[in-house]
Nanobody, 119 residues
């Protein structure tokens, strides 16, 4: 079992930056692939970024490439999403998620943290 708690969301002007954090509990955290997803009002949840348990494989959605960076610290059971050059279209609820390497879906989810970017 993995429990996830996000923090770091808030209101920021376009062009600004935020750093989201995800605190994970569970002895097997370091073996899980971690991801960030987001969901804007009236839209489906979408993939933002993911990172393998070693940190050696990283993926970012095309819409955030060059602006967002996912990292993890297995010693601290933490995952981060550094978001720079924020745009109003980045406004959404952001979720942290965890996936067992043997599965093809993210099975553990946090409660979300709201990011609002004003123009």
């Amino acid at each position: 079992q993995v429990q996830l708690v996000e923090s770091g969301g808030g209101l920021v002007q376009a062009g600004g930056s935020l750093r989201l954090s995800c605190a994970a509990s569970g002895r097997t955290f370091s073996t899980y692939e971690m991801g960030w997803f987001r969901q804007a009002p009236g839209k489906e949840r979408e993939f933002v970024a993911s990172i393998s348990w070693t940190g050696g494989t990283i993926s970012h959605a095309d819409s955030v490439k060059g602006r967002f960076t996912i990292t993890r610290d297995n010693a601290k059971n933490m995952v981060y999403l550094q978001m720079n050059s924020l745009k109003p279209e980045d406004t959404a609820e952001y979720y942290c998620a965890a996936k067992d390497p043997s599965r093809s879906w993210f099975e553990y989810w946090g409660q979300g943290t709201q990011v609002t970017v004003s123009s």
